[in-house]
């Protein structure tokens, strides 16, 4: 338990080096998160309009 | 060199490579920024001068070194499709943007942070720190410029030129340090005399730096992929409106 402690507390530099990773790992995981969302978002609607353009051809 | 460039710049052969290679791409990055982060969390020694707030490095300085080679490479992009007229390179310069600004704001952000306990002061306005603010603006933009126009073309050209003009940025930063009086450190890595830094900082460092890499081909992948697929849509949609006109 106190080796947890040890760990978190940084040496005393906990407020610097925690915020600096859990900024870094916000804005990454964010971004690949944002750029998966957007990928499938764009294949449902392409798939929804190359379904729309065939149907009048039959 | 360049049949082979050509090539990859068809859509469908890019579409099959870019799924190929996803998978293990992904798996690469997971495995090197997870046993590096560990590793430069736990395993590594504290500075013998900053005690724990050296750890700040492994995340600091690769996510810089992204910022840069990111730029880099959406210059070149920039360049082929000014030059070339490739729009695979547009969709790909369109897609490195905003990859390329995070890296920035983690640059900075970390590089803060670690600036206040080791320097005294979040900020100072010297070479290094204010030439990567730049590279941020940048980064925001070409990505203001590539969306500007209703145009897409014209979008893409505006913004390739600011990309190629900036790319003077790249070599002030990087020599910022020895050209300019700062606060920040000069080169511990990469030197004509070999790295000074200790090898059990080093490994880590080394480890991190290869994640970032592997993640950023990761995200520039997914991001063209789904560049392209906005583009089909544009396509199909202008057809359908003209169709019925």
Redesign the interface.
């Known amino acids: 338990m106190e080796a947890v402690s040890t ?1 978190l507390d ?4 906990a407020a ?2 925690w ?3 859990g ?2 790992a916000v ?2 995981v964010g ?2 998160v944002a ?2 969302r ?2 499938s978002r ?2 449902a ?2 798939a929804a ?2 379904s ?2 065939e149907r009048p051809r039959r | 060199m360049p049949n082979f460039l050509h090539s990859l710049a068809s859509p469908a052969r890019f579409q099959r490579i870019a799924n190929a290679v996803l998978p293990w791409v992904s798996v690469l990055a997971a495995v090197l920024l997870g046993v590096g982060i560990v590793w430069g969390l736990v395993f590594s020694p504290p500075d013998y001068q900053q005690g724990d707030t050296v750890r700040v490095m492994y995340i600091h300085v690769p996510a810089a070194w992204m910022a840069t080679f990111c730029y880099a490479v959406m210059a070149l992009l920039s360049a082929s499709f000014l030059i070339w007229k490739h729009q695979l390179a547009d969709l790909a310069a369109r897609a490195a943007s905003p990859i390329g600004a995070c890296f920035t704001a983690i640059a900075l952000i970390t590089g803060a942070l670690w600036g206040k306990p080791t320097w005294g002061t979040w900020w100072v306005w010297d070479a290094r720190l204010t030439s990567v603010l730049v590279l941020f603006f940048l980064y925001l933009g070409h990505m203001a410029l590539s969306a500007a126009f209703d145009d897409r073309e014209r979008g893409g050209r505006a913004a390739a030129i600011l990309a190629c003009v900036g790319a003077i940025n790249l070599p002030i930063i990087k020599y910022s340090v020895e050209w300019w009086n700062t606060l920040h450190q000069g080169a511990s890595v990469f030197r004509m005399d070999g790295p000074t830094i200790d090898n059990s900082m080093l490994w880590p460092l080394l480890l991190t730096v290869l994640g970032f890499n592997m993640l950023f081909v990761v995200l520039l992948l997914v991001r063209i992929k789904s560049e392209l697929l906005a583009r089909r849509i544009e396509v199909l949609q202008r057809a359908r409106a003209s169709g019925r006109g």
């Open positions: 760990f940084m040496g005393g530099y610097t080096v915020p600096a990773y900024v870094t804005i990454l971004l690949l750029s998966l957007a990928l764009r294949k609607e392409l309009l190359e729309q353009m």
